[in-house]
């Protein structure tokens, strides 16, 4: 779960006259979101405008950003294709900006429209919509001659760059700009960790965190299955989650079903001022995301967030995740549909606090250097 607010950096000097076009911008949540928006401050203030979908309690955000918003209802509720509605306002905006390049976030349906605008084009990737992208013959056909007409591709990781290279699309065209976390790490709340500590019931815990939306694919169930026979080692062992979504019922009731309901908190609704504590609570953090057909973990900001707080992680072995997490350097790297091994890492990183130290603290430095967002922006200045 990555902080809303883009990270305050340098902006590249000079570029072309910039239209992004995403239906994922904040104050929507979530990866993709936070990704662009993070990206676009990275970018020359004078030189991008932002086309995003219209959503509620925009003001908060765009008042903050130096570059251009423009809102609209980009998918169509009355015609066929939706996407096209999205066309003639981008051609208008184009026309009226004297824009020289567009950036699409979501091959499809938005590349659809940068093959029809005529304009170079660069391409931003994330993971699944490159899976999506592939469902069918038709969505590859178009996928691959999208991407074969775009200027240059950005990815979020090497696993989103190599399903790319599947499509036969030349290397060098390709470039890899990983996400940054974003979030606070000096001075923490004391007063505020205290709060938390005393509702949650946390005095005298170990304690193990996930953060991320409720879904199959974030593996937290099979966190759960491990409990049982972690918690005969660990007995005073917590489990908080940190997250929303669909699949909060049926984890309640897994963990009800194992004997393990005590031991599981779901912290829904946490503020990102408040996850800062979170993490700084946390012994160690857990997300052992796997694939679900083309649903898989881009990358998996989360884990560099947790990495920040010289946390050790515990990550599937799956999607963009080995881009994020070095096994056996910043945290433990597991087959995620295996419970003997989710729950093997969990208490080896309890049962040896010198190596769970170790892989925290490496974890901190390698952020520090590698992931941060004006380093990352610095690949692709020259093509922007």
Same mark, same amino acid.
């Given at each position: 779960m990555?902080?809303?607010?883009?990270?305050?950096?340098?902006?590249?000097?000079g570029g072309?006259?910039t239209?992004?076009?995403?239906?994922d911008?904040?104050?929507?949540?979530g990866?993709?979101?936070n990704?662009?928006?993070?990206?676009?401050?990275n970018l020359?203030?004078?030189k991008?405008?932002?086309?995003?979908?219209?959503?509620?309690?925009?003001?908060?955000?765009?008042?903050?950003?130096?570059?251009? =918003?423009?809102?609209?209802?980009?998918?169509?509720?009355? #015609?066929?294709?939706k996407?096209?509605?999205?066309?003639?306002?981008?051609?208008?905006?184009?026309?009226?900006?004297?824009i020289?390049?567009?950036?699409?976030s979501?091959?499809l349906?938005?590349?659809?429209i940068?093959?029809?605008?005529?304009?170079p084009?660069?391409?931003?990737?994330?993971g699944? !919509?490159?899976m999506?992208?592939q469902?069918?013959?038709w969505?590859?056909?178009?996928?691959?001659? =999208?991407?074969?007409?775009?200027?240059?591709?950005?990815?979020?990781?090497?696993?989103?760059q190599?399903?790319?290279?599947?499509?036969?699309?030349?290397?060098?065209?390709?470039?890899?700009?990983?996400?940054?976390?974003?979030?606070?790490?000096?001075?923490?709340?004391?007063?505020?960790?205290?709060?938390?500590?005393?509702?949650?019931?946390?005095?005298?815990?170990?304690i193990?965190?996930?953060?991320?939306?409720?879904?199959?694919?974030?593996? #937290? !169930?099979?966190?759960?299955?491990?409990l049982?026979?972690v918690?005969?080692?660990?007995?005073?062992?917590?489990?908080?989650i940190?997250?929303?979504?669909?699949?909060?019922?049926?984890?309640?009731?897994?963990?009800e079903?194992?004997?393990?309901?005590?031991?599981?908190?779901?912290?829904?609704?946490?503020?990102?001022?408040?996850?800062?504590a979170?993490y700084?609570?946390?012994?160690?953090? =857990?997300?052992?995301?796997?694939?679900?057909?083309?649903d898989?973990?881009?990358?998996?900001?989360?884990?560099?967030?947790a990495?920040?707080?010289?946390?050790p992680?515990?990550?599937?072995?799956s999607?963009?995740?080995?881009?994020?997490?070095?096994?056996?350097?910043t945290?433990?790297?597991?087959?995620?549909?295996?419970?003997?091994? =989710?729950?093997?890492?969990i208490?080896?990183?309890?049962? !040896?606090?010198?190596?769970a130290?170790?892989?925290?603290?490496?974890?901190?430095?390698?952020?520090?250097?590698?992931?941060?967002?004006?380093?990352?922006?610095?690949?692709?200045?020259?093509?922007?």
């Open positions: 990555n902080q809303n607010m883009p990270a305050k950096g340098g902006s590249a000097s072309r006259k239209l992004l076009i995403t239906i911008f904040p104050p929507q949540t990866g993709v979101a990704y662009l928006a993070n990206f676009c401050q020359p203030d004078n991008l405008v932002v086309l995003a979908n219209k959503v509620e309690n925009v003001h908060h955000f765009d008042g903050h950003q130096k570059y251009k =918003i423009i809102r609209e209802n980009l998918l169509s509720r009355y #015609f066929w294709p996407w096209l509605r999205t066309y003639f306002i981008a051609r208008k905006i184009i026309r009226e900006e004297k020289e390049q567009i950036i699409i979501h091959i349906p938005m590349g659809y940068a093959l029809m605008l005529k304009l084009f660069i391409i931003i990737l994330h699944y !919509d490159i999506n992208a469902k069918s013959s969505k590859k056909y178009w996928a691959k001659k =999208i991407l074969s007409k775009a200027r240059y591709i950005i990815v979020n990781s090497h696993n989103t190599k399903q790319v290279l599947k499509l036969s699309i030349p290397e060098n065209k390709i470039t890899i700009v990983y996400p940054c976390p974003n979030i606070k790490t000096e001075q923490l709340n004391e007063h505020e960790k205290q709060i938390i500590k005393n509702e949650l019931n946390l005095h005298h815990k170990k193990m965190i996930s953060v991320g939306r409720l879904t199959p694919r974030k593996g #937290f !169930d099979k966190v759960i299955e491990a049982p026979e918690i005969k080692q660990i007995p005073n062992l917590v489990y908080i940190v997250g929303n979504g669909p699949d909060r019922e049926r984890l309640e009731k897994l963990a079903d194992l004997k393990v309901r005590g031991n599981l908190i779901i912290a829904e609704d946490i503020p990102n001022s408040n996850l800062s979170f700084d609570l946390a012994n160690i953090f =857990i997300m052992p995301a796997r694939q679900i057909g083309e898989i973990e881009g990358f998996g900001i989360v884990y560099l967030e990495n920040l707080f010289s946390k992680v515990i990550a599937g072995r999607g963009g995740v080995e881009d994020a997490v070095l096994d056996g350097q945290g433990i790297l597991v087959n995620p549909e295996s419970v003997q091994e =989710i729950g093997s890492a208490l080896r990183l309890f049962n !040896d606090p010198e190596l130290n170790k892989l925290g603290i490496q974890g901190k430095e390698r952020v520090l250097l590698e992931f941060q967002w004006p380093k990352q922006i610095e690949k692709i200045k020259n093509i922007l």
